[in-house]
C-alpha cells in the first residue's frame, strides 16, 4: 500500500493527463463516430430524395412525350379533316373559276375583271384562313391536351399516395374529358362563318391596293400574308380571336349538369382561356403564324415563274393548288411539323404541362 501511494505520489499528474487525454480521445471517437452515421443517414437520405426526384421527372417526360403524340394521332386528325372540309364549303373558289373557264370570249371586260377581283379575294382568304385555323386550332389542342393531361397526372400520383385502388380517386369525369376535348371542333362547327367574315375584310383591305397585273415575288407573297394577319389580329378587342376558338365565358357551363361535373369542365375551361390571354401564348401564337407564313411563301416559290415574279391573276390557281397541303393530315403536314419543331413552341408547352395547377 504504501509502495502504492509513494507511486501515485510520484506519478500522480502524469497518471492524471493520460486519463484526461484517453478519456478526451474517447469522447471525441463517440462524437465523430456519431457524426459519421449522421452523415452517411443524411447522405442516403438525399441519395433516395434524388432518386424519387428523378423517377419522378423521368415519368412525367415519358407522359408528356405521351400527351404530345396523342395530340398528333388522335385529336388533331379528327379536328382538321371537319375544319378542311369546313373551309371548303364555306369558301366555293371553284365556282368562280368555273365561270370563267366557262365565260372566255362571252364575258364582257367589266363582268370579267369582277369575277377575277373575286377570285383574288377569295383564294386569299381561303389561303390566309387555313394557316389561321391550322396554326391556332394545332396550338389550342396542343394546350387543351396538356392542360388535361397535367391534371391527370398529378390527381393520380396524390391519389396514389393515400389509395392503392384507382378506383377510389377523384379523377376528372370522363364526360367532363370527352366534352372537354370534343370543344375543339368549336371553329368549325360554330365560329368559321364569322371567321371567313372577318378575315375577308383584311383581305380586302391589304388587297385593295394590289392589281391583278401587279407581280409578285415570294418575297412580296409573304409580306402581303403577314400584312392581313396583322391586319386582322390587330382588329377588335384585345384577343378577340380567342372567341373563334372556344365559345364564350357564360356558355361553358351546363346547368343541367351536377355542380361536381360542372366545376370540373369549367375548372379545364378556365384554365384553358388563361392560357390564351397570356402574353407567352400570344407571343407563341405570333412566332407560329410567322414560321407558316414562310412555310407557305417557300412552298410556293416551288412553282413555276415564282423564282422571278409572276402576275397575281397568274398566282392565283397555283395559291389554289398549295392551299390543300395547310390542312393535310398530321402525318404529312409540313406546317404542322414545322410549328412542333419550333423551340419557342416546344418550351412554352414543356412550361405548360410541368406547371401545377392553382
Known amino acids: 500500500m504504501d509502495l502504492f501511494r509513494g507511486f501515485w505520489s510520484k506519478h500522480r499528474r502524469k497518471i492524471l493527463v493520460t486519463t484526461a487525454c484517453v ?3 474517447y469522447l ?4 465523430y463516430n456519431a457524426h459519421t452515421r449522421n452523415l452517411a443517414d443524411l447522405e442516403r437520405e438525399l441519395s433516395n430524395e434524388r432518386h424519387n426526384d428523378e423517377l419522378i421527372k423521368a415519368q412525367m417526360k415519358a407522359h408528356f412525350d405521351n400527351i404530345q403524340m396523342i395530340a398528333d394521332t388522335t385529336t388533331l386528325p379528327h379536328a382538321l379533316h371537319l375544319l378542311s372540309s369546313r373551309i371548303v364549303e364555306d369558301i366555293d373558289v371553284s365556282g368562280v373559276m368555273e365561270t370563267l373557264s366557262r365565260g372566255k370570249g362571252t364575258l364582257v371586260p367589266s363582268e370579267k375583271l369582277h369575277l377575277w377581283n373575286e377570285l383574288k379575294v377569295l383564294s386569299f382568304t381561303r389561303m390566309v384562313v387555313s394557316l389561321w385555323s391550322v396554326t391556332m386550332l394545332s396550338l389550342y389542342i396542343r394546350v387543351q391536351v396538356n392542360i388535361l393531361g397535367r391534371h391527370l397526372y398529378i390527381d393520380t400520383a396524390r ?9 377510389e380517386l377523384d379523377l376528372i369525369d370522363r364526360e367532363d374529358e370527352q366534352k372537354f376535348l370534343t370543344s375543339a371542333d368549336y371553329l368549325a362547327t360554330n365560329s368559321m362563318p364569322s371567321l371567313i367574315f372577318h378575315m375577308k375584310s383584311a383581305v380586302k383591305e391589304v388587297l385593295k391596293r394590289k392589281q391583278l397585273k401587279d407581280v409578285l415575288t415570294t418575297r412580296t407573297l409573304e409580306e402581303t400574308v ?13 384577343h378577340h380571336w380567342i372567341d373563334y376558338l372556344m365559345m364564350a365565358h357564360d356558355t361553358t357551363t351546363d346547368v343541367s349538369s351536377s355542380d361536381a361535373t ?3 369542365f369549367h375548372l379545364l375551361v378556365t384554365e384553358t382561356r388563361e392560357v390564351l390571354t397570356s402574353t407567352e401564348f400570344t407571343n407563341v401564337a405570333e412566332i407560329a403564324l410567322k414560321s407558316c407564313t414562310v412555310a407557305f411563301a417557300e412552298e410556293m416559290e416551288t412553282q413555276p415563274g415564282m423564282a422571278t415574279g409572276i402576275q397575281l391573276a397568274k398566282l392565283l390557281p397555283q395559291i389554289e393548288k398549295t392551299v390543300p ?3 393535310a393530315g398530321p402525318d404529312k403536314n409540313r406546317f404542322l411539323q414545322r410549328i412542333r419543331d419550333l423551340p419557342e413552341v416546344q418550351l412554352f408547352f414543356a412550361l405548360l404541362y410541368s406547371n401545377m395547377p392553382h
Open 23 to 25: 478519456g478526451s480521445g
Open 28 to 31: 471525441i471517437y463517440r462524437l
Open 159 to 167: 391519389g396514389l399516395a393515400s389509395s392503392h385502388l384507382l378506383e
Open 226 to 238: 403577314i400584312r392581313i394577319l396583322d391586319v386582322f389580329m390587330s382588329t377588335g378587342s384585345p
Open 262 to 264: 360542372v366545376t370540373k
Open 325 to 327: 397541303e395547310i390542312s
